[in-house]
């Protein structure tokens, strides 16, 4: 959310031993002395600059000799003396200068590992660490992307000898013993590396210090279970004498983990690892706004630290995701994974080798490889580690309407009835921080939002809801005993500390200053609870919108900045800048450390302690929306992309946003639908209107400083795009609720790339402008200005439209072009599947759920289709583990349909009412449900789509077949 302009006053509430001291000296004087003293460090800084110069010319080709000592007996050895990180001066043994025209320095431009992280470059840097300098001719360098890089690690360069290699069937463990010195400060001197093979289709690779502990990113979300025996794993395990470990697939000999180990740097705050990769096919390391597919034809950077920023070409924004899948390009089109488990902030870099590189700042490098063999495969397994997808109320898909700038409960009042004189349906309306007095978190505006408790309810009389937005911080500067947030908090001791264990004290939205809850304290979810009770029996809320979570900060750290520490000037900086911009400083203080190592999971840890909370205040399912994320985040609480632009470009980057998310195991993802920055137009809301009602999660939002945008407010284009696209969306609710089920049992995807489903089509890997949910339904959106034509492509298959159930495209494989009126958006069924479905649309869910199920099968070239259907009572936290739910199977061909129930629970309000079969081009004569005749008036046929009626007393409690008889 874009910020207002912050009041730097100074706040009562800052500590004293933080306050700027007395300031009775005059303006004069002032100046004189603050001349004097830059005078002074100017002269200092020159000094110490020259000083280097010299050092590096001298010292680097004339090391001296000191001691060292182990337990056994005094060692001689070599160091150089050096300066070129912001670690400051350290000594490491002297590393071999290269020489450039050596064959160690004569490699193609695509296997030329950059040596110089820590930018400027410079030539006499580059040699001093044993590093090639081959300047290339290219234009200045732009970051990102990267070039070329001018310093290049030799292809002998090796910082660790390998020693005592073990290894096993399924694991394998190894020493690595420092040689020489890579130029970052601290750096570890043994290195143990492990190798844990967990079952036949995942396993670890894990480089910990071996004399000390570090810091590990706690796990109590994650299933680490591990099989007792391995039978056929999918992998092998090949470690040379010199350090290159080799990960390859069994079945085809494909290395896909392939890294020297001899080349490992491992500092205290930085570490770095190259590994080769067997294709160009690249998809996660987010988030970022980019493509889906990323690009390994050159050199690019992904950085990884969560930070406030709208969604803005190559920079990191608000959630970390060191995981991607990788298709590897042979005739099967095998897959694997690779997720890094290290929340520290971090840079991986790619290359046309092809090949990453790994940098952190801290913590270990803890990998988890997954064999697929197929990348949905690859996504289960990676789910089943870090928790599968929550299952989500069922009021949850609805549609949503909120905006920033309503500004008083009778605005927000007066755009939701118009959208519903409009005929939209509503499922919720929110509000943003103009609902809280003074945007203090757990009050509202008694003026403006006067009678906000009884509109509430009013919403639920109508089977409707409301959610509320919260952000971490913590207004601190309210008066003693006035505000119960800041009070309970203080009392209970679980704010975030400052280096002199103080409350750490900043400003956010709070007029004044903001102190920030420790969510990694168990103490705070007792104390979030109570805050979250207390505004409840004024405001029946039903659902959170945690906003700001990164968490952000209008200052860089506090009041009056941050220690001159280390941990605030790492000798690397991920994405180039501060780590403290814009958020807490590195060395506040949390329950489990320092924010250093904990800044990329508050986000998370505040979405696990709002949800725990949650269970108790609602006792259903909870719906929490969160803006900064971490792997486990889907397993607690859904993400929208943030403070999106209002334009096509933004509009087409939300479908790779969706894709996405669904892979990291987050499927209750969506965007703002017309954009949250700037103002919309009609043309533009219109196609994104159309588009967002297949988000899985849609809400239209936007921005204070834009126009409103709601789809009323913009005349009758885009409220008919709007209720034809929610229209086609609530009768498939159904549909999507059975993916979230399946996603929840089984950690499928919910939205999905058509190589997820086509994965022998390499046409299909590179598509990002029209996505799939589940197998069955093609979503083809208008993505330009002034179209109503589009160039699709549709696999080889039969494709179905959606509204009249008619064949549209017999594909071997094609692009097609396809008419798309403003009022609609493509979609397609693909041939082979059966969706369950809704002969009508409704206002709400709750109405939604008052009608019969129907069962539409859209055959294939084979005359089969297949599919499923969930039912459970919308909102237990339990359904599923309880069997307190429906689950059915369902095969049809050209003689019969038959579904059969995998659980069985009673519910009221499940019947199936009716039957399609779509491809079905013979009338048949006859038609009997379990065995029984049914009417002739129940069914019909118009030469290709037999339609069936169900009796009205038709309660299928067990396996039903409806027969065709010709």
Same mark, same amino acid.
């Given at each position: 959310?874009?910020e207002?302009k912050p009041?730097?006053?100074?706040?009562p509430y800052l500590?004293?031993?933080?306050?700027?001291?007395s =300031?009775?000296?005059s303006?004069?004087?002032f100046?004189?002395i603050?001349t004097?003293l830059?005078?002074?460090?100017?002269s200092?800084?020159t000094?110490y600059v020259?000083y280097?110069?010299?050092?590096?010319e001298?010292t680097?080709?004339e090391p001296?000799v000191?001691w060292q000592?182990?337990?056994s007996?005094?060692?001689?050895?070599?160091y150089?003396?050096?300066?070129?990180?912001?670690g400051?001066?350290? =000594?490491?043994?002297?590393?071999?200068?290269?020489d450039?025209?050596s064959p160690?320095c004569?490699?193609p431009n695509?296997?030329?590992?950059?040596?110089n992280?820590?930018?400027?470059?410079n030539?006499q840097?580059?040699?001093? =660490?044993?590093c090639c300098?081959?300047?290339?001719?290219?234009?200045?360098?732009?970051i990102p992307?990267?070039?070329?890089?001018?310093? @290049?690690?030799?292809s002998?360069?090796?910082?660790?000898?390998?020693?005592d290699?073990?290894q096993?069937?399924?694991?394998a463990?190894?020493?690595l013993v420092r040689?020489?010195?890579?130029?970052f400060?601290?750096?570890i001197?043994?290195v143990n590396?492990?190798?844990?093979g967990?079952?036949?289709e !995942?396993?670890?690779?894990?480089f910990?210090?071996a004399?000390?502990d570090?810091f590990e990113v706690p796990?109590p @979300?994650?299933?680490?279970s591990?099989a007792?025996?391995?039978?056929?794993?999918?992998y092998?395990i090949?470690?040379n004498?010199d350090?290159k470990?080799?990960?390859?697939r069994?079945?085809?000999g494909?290395?896909?983990?392939?890294?020297?180990?001899s080349?490992l740097i491992?500092?205290?705050k930085y570490?770095?690892?190259?590994?080769?990769?067997?294709s160009?096919y690249l998809?996660g390391l987010?988030?970022?706004?980019?493509t889906?597919?990323?690009?390994?034809?050159?050199w690019n950077?992904?950085?990884m630290f969560?930070?406030d920023?709208?969604?803005?070409?190559?920079v990191?924004?608000?959630?970390?995701y060191p995981f991607?899948i990788m298709?590897e390009?042979d005739?099967?089109m095998?897959?694997?994974?690779v997720?890094l488990?290290?929340?520290n902030?971090m840079?991986v870099?790619?290359?046309a080798a092809p090949a990453?590189?790994?940098?952190?700042?801290?913590?270990i490098l803890d990998f988890?490889i997954?064999l697929g063999?197929s990348?949905?495969e690859?996504?289960?397994?990676n789910?089943n580690?870090?928790g =599968?997808p929550?299952?989500q109320?069922q %009021?949850a898909?609805?549609?949503?309407l909120?905006?920033y700038?309503?500004?008083?409960?009778?605005k927000?009042?007066?755009t939701?009835?118009r959208?519903?004189?409009a005929g939209i349906?509503i499922?919720?309306q %929110?509000n943003d921080?103009?609902?809280?007095? !003074?945007y203090?978190?757990?009050?509202?505006?008694?003026?403006?939002?006067?009678g906000?408790?009884?509109?509430?309810?009013e919403?639920h009389s109508?089977?409707?809801?409301y959610v509320i937005?919260?952000?971490?911080?913590?207004?601190a500067?309210?008066?003693?005993g006035?505000?119960?947030p800041?009070d309970d908090?203080v009392k209970?001791?679980? @704010?975030?500390?400052n280096?002199t264990?103080?409350?750490?004290v900043?400003k956010v939205?709070?007029l004044?200053s903001?102190a920030y809850p420790?969510?990694?304290?168990p103490a705070?979810v007792?104390y979030?609870?109570?805050q979250?009770m207390?505004?409840r029996?004024?405001?029946?809320f039903?659902?959170i %919108?945690?906003?700001?979570?990164?968490?952000s900060?209008f200052l860089?750290g506090q009041?009056n900045?941050c220690?001159n520490?280390?941990?605030?000037?790492?000798?690397?900086?991920?994405?180039?800048?501060?780590l403290?911009?814009r958020?807490?400083?590195?060395?506040?203080?949390?329950? /489990?450390?320092?924010?250093?190592?904990l800044?990329n999971l508050?986000?998370?840890?505040?979405?696990v302690?709002?949800?725990?909370a949650s269970l108790?205040i609602?006792?259903?399912?909870?719906?929490?929306?969160?803006r900064?994320t971490y792997p486990s985040q889907?397993?607690y609480?859904?993400?929208w992309s943030?403070?999106?632009q209002?334009?096509?470009d933004?509009m087409k980057?939300s479908i790779s946003?969706?894709l996405?998310?669904?892979?990291y195991?987050?499927p209750?993802?969506g965007?703002?639908?017309?954009?949250?920055?700037?103002?919309?137009n009609?043309e533009l809301?219109m196609?994104?209107s159309?588009?967002g009602?297949?988000?899985p999660f849609s809400?239209?939002?936007?921005d204070?400083?834009?126009?409103?945008?709601?789809p009323?407010i913009?005349?009758?284009t885009?409220?008919?795009?709007?209720k034809?696209?929610?229209?086609?969306?609530y009768?498939?609710?159904?549909?999507?609720y059975?993916?979230?089920a399946?996603?929840?049992?089984n950690?499928d995807t919910v939205?999905?790339?058509?190589?997820f489903e086509f994965? /022998?089509?390499k046409?299909?890997?590179s598509?990002e402008?029209?996505f799939l949910w589940?197998?069955?339904?093609?979503?083809?959106?208008?993505l330009?200005?002034?179209?109503?034509?589009?160039d699709?492509?549709?696999p080889n298959?039969?494709w179905?439209?959606?509204d009249d159930k008619k064949?549209a495209?017999?594909?071997?494989g094609?692009t097609?072009?396809?008419?798309?009126?403003?009022?609609?958006?493509?979609?397609f069924?693909?041939?082979g599947?059966?969706?369950p479905v809704?002969?009508?649309?409704?206002n709400t869910t709750?109405?939604?759920r008052?009608?019969?199920?129907y069962?539409n099968?859209y055959l294939? !070239?084979?005359?089969?289709?297949v599919?499923?259907?969930?039912h459970?009572?919308g909102k237990?936290?339990?359904s599923i583990?309880?069997?307190?739910?429906?689950?059915?199977s369902?095969?049809?061909?050209k003689?019969?349909l038959?579904?059969?129930?995998m659980?069985?629970a009673? @519910?009221?309000?499940y019947r199936?009412?009716?039957?399609?079969?779509s491809?079905l081009h013979e009338q048949p004569?006859?038609?009997?449900?379990?065995?029984?005749f049914?009417s002739?008036n129940?069914y019909s046929?118009?030469g290709?789509?037999l339609s069936?009626?169900?009796p009205d007393?038709f309660?299928?409690?067990?396996?039903?077949?409806?027969?065709?008889?010709?």
């Amino acid at each position: 959310m874009e910020e207002k302009k912050p009041k730097f006053c100074e706040s009562p509430y800052l500590y004293p031993s933080e306050e700027p001291q007395s =300031r009775g000296i005059s303006f004069r004087r002032f100046i004189i002395i603050v001349t004097l003293l830059n005078f002074v460090a100017i002269s200092i800084i020159t000094g110490y600059v020259l000083y280097n110069v010299w050092l590096l010319e001298t010292t680097i080709d004339e090391p001296f000799v000191d001691w060292q000592k182990d337990d056994s007996k005094p060692l001689i050895t070599t160091y150089y003396e050096s300066s070129f990180t912001s670690g400051g001066v350290f =000594r490491a043994p002297v590393p071999s200068k290269a020489d450039p025209k050596s064959p160690q320095c004569t490699l193609p431009n695509e296997s030329k590992f950059d040596c110089n992280p820590d930018e400027p470059v410079n030539q006499q840097v580059c040699e001093s =660490r044993g590093c090639c300098w081959v300047p290339v001719t290219r234009s200045k360098r732009n970051i990102p992307p990267l070039n070329i890089p001018y310093c @290049f690690y030799p292809s002998d360069y090796k910082v660790y000898d390998v020693a005592d290699i073990k290894q096993g069937d399924n694991n394998a463990t190894l020493k690595l013993v420092r040689k020489t010195a890579s130029g970052f400060p601290d750096e570890i001197d043994n290195v143990n590396v492990e190798i844990i093979g967990l079952d036949s289709e !995942r396993l670890r690779v894990r480089f910990v210090d071996a004399e000390k502990d570090r810091f590990e990113v706690p796990m109590p @979300f994650f299933n680490l279970s591990k099989a007792e025996q391995i039978k056929s794993p999918l992998y092998k395990i090949k470690i040379n004498d010199d350090g290159k470990l080799q990960i390859s697939r069994a079945s085809t000999g494909t290395i896909i983990f392939n890294a020297d180990l001899s080349t490992l740097i491992y500092a205290d705050k930085y570490i770095q690892l190259h590994v080769h990769v067997p294709s160009t096919y690249l998809y996660g390391l987010g988030e970022h706004k980019a493509t889906f597919k990323k690009d390994l034809t050159g050199w690019n950077r992904y950085t990884m630290f969560a930070r406030d920023i709208g969604p803005t070409e190559n920079v990191n924004l608000y959630g970390s995701y060191p995981f991607y899948i990788m298709p590897e390009g042979d005739d099967k089109m095998n897959a694997h994974g690779v997720f890094l488990l290290n929340s520290n902030a971090m840079d991986v870099l790619t290359q046309a080798a092809p090949a990453i590189t790994y940098r952190t700042v801290g913590g270990i490098l803890d990998f988890f490889i997954f064999l697929g063999p197929s990348a949905p495969e690859v996504v289960r397994q990676n789910v089943n580690l870090i928790g =599968r997808p929550v299952l989500q109320p069922q %009021w949850a898909f609805g549609f949503h309407l909120c905006r920033y700038g309503y500004n008083s409960l009778a605005k927000t009042r007066e755009t939701l009835d118009r959208n519903l004189a409009a005929g939209i349906p509503i499922e919720a309306q %929110w509000n943003d921080i103009d609902y809280m007095d !003074r945007y203090n978190d757990f009050t509202y505006d008694k003026n403006n939002f006067a009678g906000l408790g009884d509109f509430v309810k009013e919403l639920h009389s109508k089977n409707m809801h409301y959610v509320i937005i919260l952000d971490p911080g913590v207004s601190a500067a309210e008066p003693a005993g006035t505000y119960p947030p800041y009070d309970d908090g203080v009392k209970a001791d679980i @704010f975030i500390k400052n280096t002199t264990n103080q409350i750490f004290v900043a400003k956010v939205w709070n007029l004044v200053s903001t102190a920030y809850p420790d969510f990694t304290n168990p103490a705070t979810v007792d104390y979030w609870k109570n805050q979250l009770m207390n505004l409840r029996k004024d405001i029946e809320f039903d659902g959170i %919108w945690i906003d700001m979570n990164e968490p952000s900060n209008f200052l860089d750290g506090q009041f009056n900045g941050c220690p001159n520490d280390p941990y605030e000037n790492p000798p690397y900086k991920p994405g180039g800048n501060n780590l403290r911009s814009r958020t807490v400083c590195m060395t506040a203080k949390q329950h /489990l450390g320092i924010h250093y190592n904990l800044h990329n999971l508050y986000g998370l840890y505040e979405n696990v302690v709002s949800y725990k909370a949650s269970l108790d205040i609602f006792g259903a399912r909870p719906f929490i929306l969160s803006r900064s994320t971490y792997p486990s985040q889907g397993h607690y609480a859904s993400h929208w992309s943030g403070d999106i632009q209002s334009s096509w470009d933004h509009m087409k980057y939300s479908i790779s946003n969706m894709l996405e998310f669904n892979i990291y195991g987050i499927p209750m993802i969506g965007s703002d639908i017309c954009g949250f920055s700037g103002s919309t137009n009609v043309e533009l809301c219109m196609r994104w209107s159309a588009l967002g009602a297949f988000y899985p999660f849609s809400r239209n939002h936007n921005d204070i400083h834009g126009t409103e945008q709601d789809p009323a407010i913009l005349g009758p284009t885009v409220v008919a795009a709007a209720k034809y696209a929610l229209g086609a969306r609530y009768k498939l609710l159904p549909y999507l609720y059975t993916l979230f089920a399946k996603a929840n049992m089984n950690g499928d995807t919910v939205v999905r790339s058509l190589f997820f489903e086509f994965p /022998l089509d390499k046409n299909t890997y590179s598509i990002e402008t029209a996505f799939l949910w589940g197998s069955s339904l093609y979503i083809v959106p208008v993505l330009e200005a002034q179209k109503t034509q589009v160039d699709a492509y549709f696999p080889n298959e039969l494709w179905y439209n959606f509204d009249d159930k008619k064949l549209a495209f017999n594909s071997t494989g094609a692009t097609k072009t396809i008419t798309i009126d403003n009022d609609k958006i493509g979609l397609f069924m693909r041939g082979g599947s059966i969706v369950p479905v809704y002969q009508n649309s409704a206002n709400t869910t709750a109405e939604l759920r008052k009608q019969k199920y129907y069962l539409n099968a859209y055959l294939d !070239r084979s005359g089969n289709a297949v599919g499923e259907i969930y039912h459970d009572d919308g909102k237990s936290v339990d359904s599923i583990e309880a069997g307190n739910y429906i689950h059915a199977s369902c095969k049809a061909n050209k003689e019969r349909l038959v579904c059969s129930y995998m659980n069985m629970a009673e @519910f009221d309000d499940y019947r199936v009412g009716g039957v399609t079969i779509s491809g079905l081009h013979e009338q048949p004569k006859t038609i009997n449900l379990n065995g029984q005749f049914l009417s002739s008036n129940s069914y019909s046929h118009d030469g290709s789509t037999l339609s069936i009626d169900l009796p009205d007393d038709f309660y299928s409690s067990q396996s039903f077949s409806i027969e065709f008889r010709y």
